[in-house]
């Protein structure tokens, strides 16, 4: 069969073929002359030319008809095949077509110069006009040009249409006269599109345009489809040049021509010629045969080639599909490597069923990737091993953290994260500053988020987390300021206390790998976590706003007739005190209208009725900041999925959503003028509580055994901390994220317990991870591949990781005492819509999420997320029930005093979910959470595992040759149970059939995503 | 060829073969018991039973593999056909199958009884449990069932998957320990899936619910799909009984079987079987191929339909397509009348080249759909020829048009079309009133719109247009009356006499048919016009907000401070008043300040200073009110789309779209309780100013020349309402809206003309047809068909035409005096939102606006217009351009004093249009907009008509046999070429190659969509 022909010369060599740019051209009559007309080409994905509309077409799946394929095959069959034809010149190789044509008596010779001659006409290419040039071009085309040239494709458009032209032309004789008699003054219209002349330098810097599109190694495969009248049976050609060659005008973009495909055939049959072009071209892009297109040895080669494509290829019914639809280019692609494996496997194992079929249905075998939080936070069971392990990983790391950072997108990140912290830090100062009657108050809130972020971002294993404060830490402060107040104790100097017992346990802690346990945590405690602390931002900011609300009231009551009236309230109320005073200021009663409000006050009157404390608008205009700042950016962050704009422009709004809407909002706030309430940084450098220095000393006021008893309190705090900590890093390190430099847990910690000395020597707010801000830095440093092959979705291609915006924002933290004169312009509504949108940005993308909305959705509304495929809905619903309700008891929590043990209860969380392998299967667990580490199996893995190598050893010793060094097989994304790396396997070329069996099954027992191996050089994943 | 084999046995009979529904079930071992278990059906498209999720797919296009329709070619051609078995119960037709094969020698006589054993196995179905059945279930269902019974699929799973699951269930052993201990109280699970039983009431309504979407008629197919280990080859059947029988629970819904397949094979390759099922279940769903099946007289014509069915197949290319991805429905799907009609034809000459190609380019023949305005238009050379036809059309669905009405969709159209109209009432007549010194106020704009609008409603040729007072009547009112004040002429008389003679005028042009004019009107004038009348509707509404800003600015200075210190400001500046109001009223000053606001003003006093007049908050309110109407109504609207609820609450959203934002927004603003200002109307029934009636004498107070002299100014009105009347009308009329009922241009001129006599008798203002609420009207009462096959897309069926909406709206209308108590809750600025609304929703859809966003678009982003793919960019931007330069002048002129000729520039929009034909080709223009109807051609085309005639009719004489009269053309959609009716040609079936060439010539010449013709009963489209 043709598939073992097709596995002998595709593992012939391992070398990648380049990858190819075809290009088709047909023969057209233009005026009275032929030309070739480009009228399609392909990258990846078919763009046609589309005739009338002279512009290319969307990038789309060339659909073909089967007619086509069988009748191509038949082409190559009966054609001439040249492979590796000596060609340097467009002349010689038709020549050498031409003469091998007549040598095998497919033509009478005597045909052969009007065969030369037709493949020799020049090409003309399809080219955009820049726009500039096409508004000038508007005043100057005339319709006169539709008339007095033929229609463009008189030959290739079908006859009809063409007589129709003509009674059209014949109909508006009358135009073209009065276009002569001079009463319509336009130029006879100059054809632009003719670029074979190439003398025009912008064409030539539209095509550089495209060629970013293509690939710099590729190689072009030229396509021709003719119809002439002086033959009587198709003229058929398949030409591969032995080296690829630029042959003129030949291809539309400076790539070198490896293919060449003539069809050339009597005339009438156009439709059915084009067909068989774009089948060729079609295959000529398709991975797998042009890799056989580049290794064929013979005819038959390629014809294997073509049935390959055949097995493989993917039918629509005619009655469910209509073929006029041009279908989009699909999300993702089966990648090529896949496909071609099937060869280079040899006899290693035939998929069950055929090829198409397999396709189709491989999804039945898959299982969900398993839970994975890399090697990272193995349990190394040496004295700082983890540690030391972060920190060889980051190394090599750091200087590219720095350069990586000079981006555009960076400032926006750097702009958006600042007003984040600062809002926070002003919050979190005020509210600490009630809290402990201003030991900490807004200044050194400001300081410490300043210097912790800095220090973190410099040393942090994990750049991108944010520090700040949090409730919980806010809250445990108050109850030991109070606890302090109340037993005469000294609270800065117990604070400290607490801070250095905290610190030394996080630095145990680090020490001993404990950051392992973080593996317990699976999707469904991390997606609980996340989604309480974005509820929290998102009510926080409600709240916020409500508050402007009732601190700056509607007043319904308010009329102007009372404007006047309530002075004379005011009299009603205070007819002594206004006696008094008009006595001792020997004011005239008159003067009273005199005063301001502010004065009157001073003399102790007081304001009555609803209208005197009153600020109009403030709330409608606070509400409509702040409810337009979060709009305004979700419709900019949604836009870049929109169709305007060119795609750099509308990232670059993509980048800026959140600083346009904050100027945006700004600037309405000031146009208004209106004195709403404003961000107040403090502008000296002092701390708020006179007081108090920058230093605490850790002895002298407090008793003793305070020192030590300290220790109880802190524990507390370090679960606190380790928890909120762990927790933001583990959903900053998700795999979506596609984080490239590797995690730091135990180097993370290590740097906050250090943070927390300096903090509490300083007197300053103790820092850790802040979930939502953190997200929102990462979201804000998302990069997407540029360019790729027309019609290719743009990649997501990880994080801009780096510690220049980290640090940018926390130098920014720390100077913002003098930036002062520029923020008291930013109204509080507006950064409170920015915490809005903080909020539910963050919720976006967890799957919790995605499944609370299902409870919304009528079954067959819903999308098909994979896990609804293999669950039963009720199933999805119970989960999801079950986590809502842990949300809620988490939410009455932290409403209570019972917050400080807040992050105590993600521990809980976590014995929830191991209660819930009690009531779902592994097998729905696996799809909606992940399945737990389990011990028992893991030790069974490891005894295994180790089993597995000693007899790996052993036979190696017995038996070893050259042959089996070669072959190894490599663990793609173990989960802990084998280290990835080596493990020689034996005579996997004598025993393949069972060894393929027996690595599906290792697969599938270890869970393992992939499992590939290297066999001779190529790289074989199962 | 098979093509041949299908033309005969398609042409057979004419009797049109039912719908099928297909299933297919393969077999699998549940619990050690054999059984068949539903896998997918087919309506139309493929709905597959998702094994893990316990439910259905969403539908979608079947994407098979070439190979599997390969194999079962081969099935078919080795396998056993029985066709027109008389067939009643499944065990004979088994018997029937077995005794078939064991005769033919396939299979050996002794496995007889094993087969029968394995096809009369029970079937079980998947259904969709209700949702209250499944949250009843949650509790029930324990996990215990995943271990305890092997999971679902074991023989049709790939074996690595079982494993998996066995290693799985071993792992989780523990769990099933912890709940046969007690530890765990959970009941063994209930198999609810088992609907065999078939006494679960529930189900069987929800089989119903299932029903509905398949076709009453259909007939269902039933595909078996096994796997068994006593076969070495393949056993396959094809049935087709001679009468359709329910056979027990084989099929899902109680449908009666009439094809039935079976397959039962070795073991080892389930894949590949169940490809061979899926690939022959979507044969027997599709069309042709159906037909085939039904008709088909043996195993030759089964393979025919096979291979008819692989010329049409549209393949994928493997590299550019993922078979896993499951394609949604798309659209619009390819009539399957056109596939059949290839058959009908006979050798009436086959299209170019082959069919799959042919028809994947047969869009480059395609010419737009000509511009037609109905035969409605045609110019009759009648008196009143054009009225007597638009009476003999509107009167057989007068009653109709009354009980069509009821329906829920008109309560919320009739409600958003009221609060559209006394909208405008009240601001027409305000602005009526200033300019006629209240001669017209809002009293009798009101009775005048209930007064026209019911009559129009009533009696009108198109019911379904809004009349109302429009800006160009109101300029001309203002001018006239201005004339007559500086003339001394008596107002109301001159006015009477310009509305009779402007009626006179109208019933002339309806008497001569001057309607027909209308049709110089292309897409260019229609779009122009709505669009500008959209953007006057959009920039009314943001200026009317505007203008609350302006009434009730925001006062950035407001500070209590100032608000007692105006007062000393107005003493500063009336110290004179002052005193002698002291004096006056011997007050003491101290008594101003008792006084209101009002009290001083009535004293002559002024206030001082900008918080003076203030209003707080009402401008951010409206303003809130304002945009918060307009994006709820929007998100609304949008919502119809989203995935959330069922589609019925979704489509009652969207009904009631604007009512609901209306009455949110309207609570809010009770909520607030702010004086925003409020929609005031009339209370009282009398004219609005006291020195006028309710009758008009036409004589008497004016000289009599003024009655013959004021037929000047009725021909200028008489134009105004002539375009605005049929233009709005043409915009209503368009084939867009799919209207059934016909239009009544003449009929519509008719009654605004009598209206207009009627008004001026009364002294009301004249009414003329409002575009905008007209198109707001008729989006409000769109329909959609309700259920289609799973998958298919629902349909736009067209309009609820009738009358019953417009009379309650405008009966309304007239009784808004007593719903004033109702009425005076509504904001303003809420109605403000509504109209906003209304203007840019009647700008979707119209293809100026699309190709004015095209300005912004890059070339690639752009969507896929067909227009885009026939024309130039350049040239589209082109005729965008001179569309926006006559809108820009057109907005420059109304904005001046020459307004009251803004309907005569219309016919300046006709003359730009005309001029184009110098600028654009024709081709263009035929893409851009429609081609205008030509005298000379059309003259042309009538003398060849003429001689067409005579030619067929001569013809007819000499040669009149029975065939020819068979033979009749039928042209559809001619466009004033042809009447509809039938053209005798002669001899089409002897030459008929020549003929069909002569009917696609004709086609283009006559720039028809489609000819079509009736031979021996077929109807043959070209």
Redesign the interface.
């Known amino acids: 069969k043709h598939k073992t022909r097709l596995r002998h010369i595709l593992r012939e060599e391992d070398e990648p073929t380049p990858t190819l740019f075809t290009e088709m051209d047909t023969l057209q009559y233009e005026g009275g002359e032929m030309e070739w007309k480009e009228s399609a080409r392909w990258v ?2 078919e763009e046609k030319v ?9 990038p789309h ?9 069988f009748e191509l095959r038949t082409c190559l069959q009966t054609g001439c095949v040249l492979l590796d034809l000596e060609g340097y010149s467009l002349p010689q190789i038709v020549d050498d077509i031409i003469e091998k044509q007549v040598q095998e008596g497919l033509i009478a010779p005597e045909i052969r110069e009007k065969i030369s001659f037709v493949l020799l006409r020049k090409h003309r290419h399809q080219t ?2 820049p726009i500039h040039r ?2 000038a ?2 005043g100057k ?3 006169s040009s ?2 007095h040239s033929p229609s463009p494709s008189p030959r290739s ?2 006859g ?2 063409r ?3 003509d ?2 032309a014949r ?2 004789g009358s ?1 073209s006269k ?2 002569e008699s001079g009463l ?1 003054c ?1 130029p006879p219209s100059i054809d632009l599109s003719t670029t074979t002349s190439g003398s025009l330098e912008f064409l030539i810097s539209l095509k550089n345009k495209f060629m970013k599109k293509i690939p710099r190694d590729a190689e072009a495969s030229n396509v021709l489809i003719g119809e002439v009248d002086f033959l009587d049976k198709p003229f058929v050609a398949f030409v591969r040049l032995a080296q690829a060659a630029t042959l003129g005008g030949l291809t539309e973009v400076p790539v070198p021509t490896r293919f060449l495909f003539v069809l050339l055939g009597p005339d ?5 010629y ?2 068989i072009g774009r089948a060729m071209a ?2 000529m ?4 045969f042009s890799d056989v297109a580049y290794k064929a040895r013979d005819r038959e080669d390629l014809i294997a080639g073509i049935d390959e ?19 989009e ?2 999300k ?3 990648s ?1 490597e896949m ?1 071609k494996s099937v060869f280079s496997l040899n006899e290693l194992g035939q998929p ?14 898959e ?1 969900p990737a398993p839970h994975e939080l890399g090697e990272e936070l193995k349990f190394t069971g040496r004295f700082c091993g983890g540690l030391w392990l972060d920190i060889k990983r980051k190394v090599p790391w750091f200087l590219s953290d720095f350069y990586e950072g000079f981006h555009i997108q960076s400032i926006s990140a750097v702009l958006f994260i600042y007003l984040g912290c600062i809002t926070n830090a002003i919050t979190f100062g005020g509210l600490l500053g009630d809290a402990t009657d201003n030991y900490q108050g807004v200044m050194e809130s400001f300081l410490g988020t300043a210097l912790a972020g800095t220090v973190f971002c410099l040393f942090g294993g994990q750049p991108l987390i944010i520090l700040s404060s949090t409730g919980p830490i806010l809250i445990f402060e108050k109850l030991l300021y109070e606890f302090s107040i109340n037993n005469d104790i000294d609270y800065m100097e117990i604070r400290l206390w607490v801070g250095l017992h905290s610190c030394l346990q996080c630095l145990i802690l680090v020490a001993t790998d404990a950051s392992y346990i973080i593996k317990y945590m699976t999707r469904f405690t991390e997606e609980g976590f996340s989604s309480l602390i974005s509820f929290i931002f998102i009510s926080d900011a409600l709240k916020k706003m409500m508050s402007i609300f009732n601190y700056y009231p ?5 009329n ?6 309530y ?2 309230n005011y ?1 009603l109320n205070n007819p002594f005190l206004f006696v008094f005073l008009s006595l001792v200021f020997n004011f005239s ?2 003067d ?7 004065e ?1 006050l001073r003399f102790g009157g007081s ?1 009555v009725g609803k ?7 403030l ?3 606070s ?2 900041l702040f409810f337009g700042t979060y709009s305004m950016t979700i419709s900019l962050k949604k836009f870049k999925a929109s ?5 750099k422009l509308r990232k670059l709004i993509n980048d800026f959503a959140i600083f346009t809407s904050i100027m945006t909002f700004v600037g309405l706030d000031m146009f ?3 004195k709403t309430p404003k961000l107040i940084v403090p502008t000296e450098f002092k701390p708020t509580r006179p007081d108090r220095g920058w230093i605490v000393m850790p002895f002298g006021k407090n008793p003793w055994w305070m020192c030590l008893a300290s220790f109880v309190p802190a524990l507390l705090v370090t679960i606190l901390i380790f928890m909120d900590q762990q927790i933001t890093a583990v959903i900053m390190n998700r795999k979506e994220n596609k984080l490239k430099k590797g995690c730091g847990y135990h180097l993370d910690l290590f740097w906050v317990g250090i943070l927390m000395a300096v903090c509490s020597f300083m007197g300053l707010p103790w820092y850790v991870a802040a979930t939502v801000i953190s997200i929102a830095h990462i979201d804000s440093l998302k990069m997407e591949s540029e360019s790729s092959a ?1 019609g290719e979705q743009p990649q997501f291609l990880g994080v801009r990781e780096q510690r220049l915006t980290g640090i940018l924002v926390f130098v920014l933290t720390g100077v913002s005492v003098f930036l002062a004169p520029i923020l008291q312009y930013i109204p509080m509504p507006v950064l409170y819509g920015v915490f809005l949108y903080m909020g539910v940005a963050s919720l976006h993308g967890i799957q919790f999420w995605e499944r609370m ?1 299902l409870f ?9 997320f994979v896990f ?8 999805v ?2 989960f999801t ?1 079950v986590q809502i309700t842990c949300l809620a008891v988490l939410w009455i929590l932290k409403s209570t005093v019972a917050a400080i043990i807040f992050p105590v209860m993600i521990l809980g969380l976590m014995v929830v979910r191991k209660t819930l ?8 667990l696996a ?1 909606l959470d992940d399945i737990l580490p ?1 011990k028992d ?1 893991k030790k069974k893995e490891d005894e295994k595992k180790k089993k597995e190598k000693k007899k790996a050893k052993s036979e190696e010793h017995n038996n070893s040759d050259e042959e089996v060094r070669t072959t190894t097989i490599r663990c793609v994304r173990s989960k802990f149970i084998l280290d990835p790396g080596y493990l020689p396997l034996q005579n996997i070329h004598y025993c393949s059939e069972v060894t393929f069996r027996f690595l ?2 290792f697969r ?2 270890m869970f393992l995503k992939e499992v590939s191996y290297t066999h001779q050089g190529n790289i074989v994943s199962i």
């Open positions: 990846k994905f589309e005739e009338g509309g002279e512009r290319w077409s969307k799946v060339s659909t073909l008809s089967l007619h086509s394929l955009k006009k096409s508004l071009d508007i085309s005339s319709p539709e008339y458009g079908s009809f249409h007589s129709t032209e009674l059209r109909e508006s135009l009065l276009r319509l336009l009438g049959k156009t439709k059915s084009n067909e079609t295959l892009v398709d991975d797998l494509f055949l097995d493989e290829v993917i039918v629509l019914p005619p009655g469910e599909w209509d073929p006029k639809i041009r279908i280019p699909p993702k692609l089966p090529a496909r069950n069923g055929n090829a198409g079929g397999g396709a189709a249905s491989a999804e039945d075998e299982m509607i007043n319904p009551d308010f102007p007739d009372y404007i006047t009236s002075r004379h009299y009663s008159l009273w209208n005199q005063l301001s409000k502010k009157c304001l209208s005197c404390k009153y600020v109009p608008d709330a409608m205009l509400f409509i169709r305007y704009f060119p795609t208004m003028g209106l027309p909305k919304l959705m009528p079954a067959k509304h819903q999308p098909d609804l495929r293999h669950v039963p809905l009720r199933r619903h119970l029930l392998d009690l009531v779902f299967s592994q097998h729905d799809w389990d199996k599906r099954e599938f027992l």
